[in-house]
């Protein structure tokens, strides 16, 4: 079985798979928080909102972070007063958000950020009620969020005509605390919890060109209180509600939710991701320290690190397990200078480095390293096209 799964990692690293590796960025200032909304435009992320308590201590605070000199900045608050739940977009370089609860009432507002000045508009309210808690997603200059409270309606929002309408309803139950992301012209959304608090494991994938919903694979276990992002044109899902804080991407091309790793600390739940070129981020959440869940303002960043197939590098490898639980990779190529062996555990963590010999046909031995078994990383990178492969030690 063991051998099976081996075979597995390594066929699925063949075509072009990911890793990532986590790193704790600097802390926004402002208090610590969830349920906040965070969001890029082009190469600066905005932050804002959120609570402090689990049902109280909202705020209205607005930040901007710069992730080429990794700090962050006080902007003008958001408009809407205090509130957690609100929602977000980035569309055709302009920033959006609105909605949200303020610990009496479901907000049906929008707003329309502006950065050259640093000041807030006013847009169109969605009539009657609003929404909270729930994820959006914009695809060209079309804003899309859902399901409306206690419905299985969706709205859209065009950023041209500044007019709602409604489109096709979201095909599975009720849901809030769910998670939502766009890629290549199309919506995807799916997890959270329902009205009796079971959290959902369905996901589906909205096309614009026909105004309809298709299913796509489950994401096991099933995520809620998560956040989501798109990074290199993949989607990113944290389950980091019911979940242990795994980073999951949708693999459209194969409709399959692929483990790509683990945030290195447990289970930071009701945060919010965005992307920044090919780096995603993880912004705020509650924390899990002892019994107790915290507030937390830390910023944690995560960079797929791409697999590329053994033929580009050193031809086709072959893996062998040892009795001892070691791993052999053999190639007949011929190891060029400078290559480094590098392992990395699923959270990203580096576990050993060496240099390989050169002019020589690889030729290396990976032992246990100890820890619990469970997936590793092993990547060979020199100055030509790197090769990774995902094997279980």
């Known amino acids: 079985m063991r051998a099976s799964l081996l075979l597995l990692m390594i066929a699925a690293a063949s075509s072009v798979e990911g890793q990532v590796a986590w790193q704790q960025e600097t802390a926004c200032p402002g208090d610590g928080r969830s349920h906040a909304f965070a969001v890029a435009v082009g190469d600066q992320a905005y932050a804002g ?29 958001f408009p809407g007063g205090t509130r957690a739940g609100v929602t977000a977009w980035s569309a055709s370089g302009r920033l959006f958000a609105g909605f949200g609860w ?21 847009r169109l309210a969605v009539a009657g009620q609003g929404l909270s808690y729930a994820p959006g997603f914009a695809v060209g200059n079309v804003l899309y969020v859902g399901p409306q409270s206690g419905t299985n309606h969706m709205l859209a929002y065009d950023i041209t005509t500044g007019l709602w309408s409604t489109v096709a309803d979201f095909p599975g139950t009720w849901r809030n605390r769910h998670a939502a ?75 399959e939710w692929v483990l790509e790793g683990t945030l290195p600390i447990y289970r930071l739940s009701r945060g919010s991701m965005f992307s920044i070129g090919g780096t995603g981020y993880h912004a705020f959440g509650l924390k899990r320290v002892l019994a107790n869940l915290v507030p937390s303002n830390e910023l944690w960043s995560f960079t797929p690190s791409v697999g590329i197939a053994e033929e580009d590098a050193f031809g086709a490898i072959s893996v062998r397990y040892e009795a001892d639980g070691s791993v052999w990779l053999a190639s007949d190529r011929l190891v060029s200078s400078g290559a480094v062996l590098q392992v990395q555990d699923a959270a990203g963590r580096i576990l050993e480095q060496r240099n390989l010999a050169a002019g020589v046909p690889l030729q290396v031995r990976i032992t246990p390293d100890g820890r619990a078994p469970g997936l590793r990383l092993l990547s060979i990178r020199s100055t030509e096209r790197p090769v990774v492969c995902r094997v279980v030690m």
């Open 181 to 255: 992301f766009a890629v290549d012209g199309k919506g995807y959304m799916g997890g959270g919890r329902d009205a009796s608090d079971n959290v959902l494991i369905d996901w589906w994938v909205y096309d614009p060109g026909t105004d309809s919903w298709s299913s796509i694979a489950n994401l096991e276990p099933g995520t809620d209180e998560s956040s989501a992002c798109v990074v290199n044109g993949s989607g990113y899902v944290l389950n980091a509600g019911s979940g242990e804080g795994d980073l999951f991407r949708y693999n459209a091309g194969s409709d």
């Open 102 to 122: 303020n610990g009496t009432t479901v907000v049906n507002d929008l707003y329309e950020y502006l950065p050259t000045s640093n000041t807030w508009e006013t």
């Open 49 to 77: 909102t959120g609570q402090i308590g689990e049902t109280t201590g909202f705020l209205d605070d607005f930040w901007k972070f710069d992730p080429g000199t990794d700090t962050w900045t006080a902007m003008a608050d």
